[in-house]
């Protein structure tokens, strides 16, 4: 028998070991969306899905960034990504909406206001 099966055998305790993480590693904290952002982003978000525009979303929260990425279908690549970049805070604003290509729609310090661009209006079509 191995020692294992002897310890079970005689209802000896197993040995617990911690797996806690180096104390060198340091913490890394990640950024995210707080939650009125989040309020208005799905704002718009809702709207557009309502409007049978947008089907799906994702959300990934990085060390450097906070992304949401808007799909069409969920199978292709993100028509639009609202990004919070806490390090372009001082300069162009923390906030972008970026467009599949990687084009820049807009920027800004207020959120709402770099929403905009994302925020159509919907427009009565007379025929």
Do not use: C
């Amino acid at each position: 028998m191995s020692e294992g099966e002897d310890k079970a055998a005689s209802g000896g305790s197993a040995t617990l070991l911690a797996l806690n993480p180096p104390e060198t590693a340091k913490s890394v904290p990640l950024i995210a969306f707080n939650r009125l952002e989040l309020n208005e982003i799905l704002r718009v978000y809702g709207r557009m899905v309502a409007a049978g525009e947008w089907r799906d979303y994702a959300i990934d929260h990085l060390r450097d960034k906070a992304v949401f990425s808007i799909f069409r279908r969920s199978s292709e690549m993100p028509l639009y990504r609202v990004i919070k970049d806490p390090e372009l805070r001082n300069r162009q604003g923390a906030y972008a909406v970026v467009a599949t290509g990687g084009y820049v729609m807009k920027r800004g310090h207020d959120l709402r206001q770099v929403l905009t661009v994302l925020d159509s209006k919907l427009k009565l079509v007379r025929g």
